[in-house]
């Protein structure tokens, strides 16, 4: 079965996980699959929780999603190597890494009604 971990950086400031969770919750009510979010940084909500998570709800192959704008070494370097980790001892489970929001064009979309406002 398939399964999503969108992931974002996480804050020390706790409030972001709130906004966080619910950008998750409506991506969630637009897809049909298994979504868990998890953070890199700065929560108990971390991307072993989350990967474990799915993998209780019986997923075996996971896609990250991550809620970056850019592609650095976190996407290329840190990420694969935590989930690689984790995966170590779960032959079973495959994965592969999203793309990040990047230069989407809604996204100028949503910054131009930002400036407007």
Known sequence: MNG?????HGSRKKDTEETFEKIVGMA???VDT???????????KNIEKGLENLLQKGVTHVKIVPYFLFSGMHIHKDIPEEVEAFLKDKPEVTYEMGKTLG????????LADRIME
Do not use: W
């Open 28 to 30: 969630a009510k637009k």
């Open 34 to 44: 298994v979504i868990e979010s998890a953070y890199m940084e700065f929560s108990e």
């Open 4 to 8: 999503v971990l969108i992931l974002a």
């Open 103 to 110: 230069t989407d064009p809604r996204l100028a979309e949503i």
